[in-house]
């Protein structure tokens, strides 16, 4: 048989059935892009590409790109709580990309709570403090607002380290609720999140950073998001195949390195643009 | 309309929960869980005649609707029904009803605090009600971490927002694997893993509840 044929017969053997020709990889412990089972896709990370928001974010795992905006504003408080800020997020996907995409917007609307639950408690806390500040000369708001777009997602929890790579820059308040875009402080992060996502096969294998494909073929997934301290920021196992305590003491191990390599990334890139 | 009563003690520190089966004429199932003063409606119809947009080739279609209190359902509401989709997914044999269309109406009655777990518990006697081919059966456990370390089972509202960590479970019966985790807030793995054990512990006292109650309703007729 000659080489052109064998690779035909490979691609229609995927169409056909697409598990099998999945599991004849897994067999080899490998996967079709030829990485291992344990292996993440390359990550890039860009700094500052949208100069009109205070600070942006550009990741990219694989094929998956997503780009982050943050822009603070001020504005009023929530009347519940009056002496802290607020994020607001929305997020778009692009549409034209991928006709059958219409999934990816449930997955991202569903993404934002878990979005919001992790920021929420990782960055708005510190915030709080630095409003406190200025509530004793008046009352003090400051708005976080937050946009994302998802342009290909295979991997919708990523974007979740993209809003902490920017150091973005508020405009301090004089007075009497006076906007100085002259004077610009950074904003303090008190931790750095990283999610891991994992795939679960046939509720036995556990493969590490699912493409898309992978995903649709898994019978179940698992996303964990750890900080610096080794701290579990979020689990997130929605159903899906049965996982014991152990296997997710592994998924956690794993993630937990993975946070070590994504950190060292991120000082990197922010190092890199410290003496702009 | 059968309706049973639980009064957990000892070590699980459960709220008293209780169950009523059979309870709306138009669903094919329906349940009604109450865990202290939370209380979910579940309504299941199914497995019915898909869309063809949404009907699958090799394994019934479900959907999972979940009605708030009060207002429209948010974003929030989005992600608790992929949840409790997956979750119902993976137990429910919908290879067995390949072409159909399975619904889960929940409707949140009151909220008191661990609704989610509320939601799995009516939706998993629901199915149960309507008769559809399970592998396991499930149940949902809550767990709120007070800022000093302690773990709360099945907390009130008020413990929640006071908790530095609220973690949901759905534990299956077989193996009591987990079947379904979501956690808010942040926890040290020790601390999740201690949880997890709790929560398994506490799905014995809800699954023991499950039989006796279907042992008590088909002993009737």
């Known amino acids: 048989m000659q080489g052109g044929g064998g690779a035909a017969m490979a691609a229609a053997f995927k169409t056909v059935e697409p598990l099998e020709y999945y599991k ?127 342009l290909i ?68 997934t698992v996303t964990i998001v750890t900080d610096e301290e080794s701290r579990l920021c979020s689990v997130h196992k929605p159903g899906g195949s049965l996982l014991t305590r152990t296997k997710l003491q592994d998924c956690i191990t794993r993630a937990i390195t993975r946070h070590k390599e994504v950190k060292k990334l991120i000082d990197k890139v922010i190092k890199s643009i410290m003496p702009k | 309309m059968m309706e049973t009563v639980a009064e957990p003690g000892g070590q699980c520190r459960l709220r008293p929960f209780s169950c009523e089966q059979g309870l709306l004429s138009r669903p094919d199932g329906s349940a009604a869980f109450l865990q202290g003063d939370t209380s979910v409606l579940a309504g299941l119809y199914g497995p019915a005649e898909a869309k063809l947009s949404k009907e699958l080739p090799d394994r019934a279609a479900l959907e999972v609707l979940l009605r708030p209190k009060v207002g429209l359902p948010g974003v929030l509401e989005r992600s608790r029904e992929q949840q409790l989709r997956q979750t ?57 971490l007070s800022p000093d370390g302690t773990i709360a089972l099945d907390p009130t509202a008020r413990q929640e927002q006071e908790a530095r960590a609220v973690l949901t479970f759905a534990i299956d019966s077989r193996e009591r694997k987990v079947l379904m985790a979501t956690t808010k807030g942040s926890c040290s793995v020790e601390e999740m ?29």
């Not at chain 1, 860009?46 to 943050?70: D, E, H, Q």
């Not at chain 1, 906007?179 to 679960?200: C, D, E, G, W």
Request: with cysteine; proline share 4%; glycine share 6%.
């Open chain 1, 24 to 150: 004849r990889f897994l067999k080899e412990n490998c996967r079709p892009d030829g990485r291992e089972l344990g292996e993440f896709q390359a990550t890039t990370v860009n700094i500052g590409s949208i100069t009109t928001a205070g600070g942006s974010a550009l990741v990219k795992l694989g094929s998956t790109t997503v780009i982050c905006g943050v822009k603070a504003e001020l504005a009023a408080p929530a009347a519940d709580s009056a002496n802290k800020g607020y994020i607001a997020e929305c997020s778009s996907v692009d549409l034209a990309q991928l006709p059958a995409f219409l999934i990816p917007s449930t997955k991202c609307r569903a993404a934002i709570p878990l979005f919001r639950e992790v920021s929420l408690r990782t960055t708005c806390p510190k915030l709080n403090i630095l409003l406190e500040i200025k509530s004793t000369i008046n009352i003090a708001k400051t708005l976080i607002d937050f946009w994302w777009q998802c």
């Open chain 1, 153 to 220: 997602l295979d991997h919708c929890n990523f974007f979740i380290s993209s809003v902490q790579l920017p150091s973005v820059i508020i405009n301090e308040e004089t007075g009497l609720s006076e906007v100085n875009l002259k004077q610009k402080t950074p904003l303090i992060i008190r931790k750095h999140p990283v999610a891991t996502s994992f795939a679960v096969f046939d509720d036995t294998v556990l493969i590490v950073d699912p493409t898309a494909e992978e995903e649709d073929l898994a019978t179940g």
């Open chain 2, 88 to 144: 119902c997914e993976a137990v429910v044999l919908g290879v067995l009803h390949p072409r159909t269309a399975i619904t889960l109406v929940l409707q949140v009655l009151s909220d008191a605090g661990s609704l989610l777990s509320c939601c799995l518990n009516a939706a998993c006697m629901g199915l149960l009600d309507a008769g559809l081919p399970l592998s396991s059966l499930f149940c949902g456990v809550t767990c709120a």
């Open chain 2, 193 to 221: 893993q201690q949880c997890l054990v709790t929560a398994q512990r506490a799905a014995d006292t809800i699954f023991q509840f499950y039989r006796d109650s279907l042992r008590r309703r088909y002993s009737k007729s």
